[in-house]
């Protein structure tokens, strides 16, 4: 069975975003809106309902391919991913594009992430995002110094959930949310342009923000202070099987179709709405 619909210009025809287009909003404090997308189809509806960022995010080896955690997923198939939501992006698409790093994609070094940056750029994304800190400062700096827009990410790293002993909030004591702003500071420090703060207390995730003002954090249980959000699209949509964290909320039952409950999700985003400093946030308590 095959489709036979015809590519449409994107009805709003939006200036394709971009890093400085980026930064300008995140000076004027208008929020960042991200979600994942992992095909052409739904790439394209996230674009025309107004999405900021669409990431490309190793997530697909437990939504889509059924695994456990993120860490089977290879670069080839994140290549692969990436070049879907890409094509789906050709047509008037304005939004700005990042790949995930997967697990044993950069570990190795600096030269490694360098390769492996390459192979997603090539692919179609504009950004690559990295977990982790510490080490991954000099590996950031190295990406930036070679012309690769880069994405941090603090707090819940899927990728070392072994070693962080399962999905928990990050943070919650005085010794850990030094380490996250230290480590915040130093990936900053090195360029990072933006940064993924999940599952941590909102005042680590302010304080993170706060000291690094022209960082774009964006969050995902990181409570409402930060410069954006991103929600996993199958989970802001409803489709998620089993229970869910405290900070999705499901948009689906706000609106008549994917793409309504996209729409819903971007505004309730840009007018601050979501998340909700109480319901979907966690406290150091």
Known sequence: MSSHVQPTANPGQRKPVTLHSLRAMHARREKITMLTAYDATFARLADESGLDTLLVGDSLG????????????????????????????????????????????????????????????????????????????????????????VCAHLGLTPQSVHALGGYRVQGRDADGAAVLRRQAKELADAGAAMMVLELMPTEVAAAVQADSPGLMTIGIGAGPDTAGQVLVMHDMLGATRGRLPR????????????????????????DGTFPDRVAHAYSAD
């Open 247 to 270: 900070f999705v909320r499901n948009f689906m039952l706000e609106g008549g179709s994917i793409g309504d409950a996209m729409r819903r999700y971007v505004a309730a985003v840009k």
């Open 62 to 149: 437990m939504l889509l391919q059924g695994h456990s955690s993120t860490l089977p997923v290879t670069l080839a198939e994140m290549a692969y991913h990436t070049r879907c939501v890409a094509r789906g992006l050709q047509h008037g698409g304005a939004a700005w594009l990042i790949a995930d790093l997967p697990f044993g994609s950069y570990q190795q070094g600096p030269s490694q992430a360098m390769a492996s940056a390459e192979m997603l750029m090539q692919a179609g994304a504009q950004m690559v995002k990295l977990e982790g800190g510490g080490w991954t400062a000099e590996t950031t700096r190295f990406l930036v110094e070679r012309g690769v827009p």
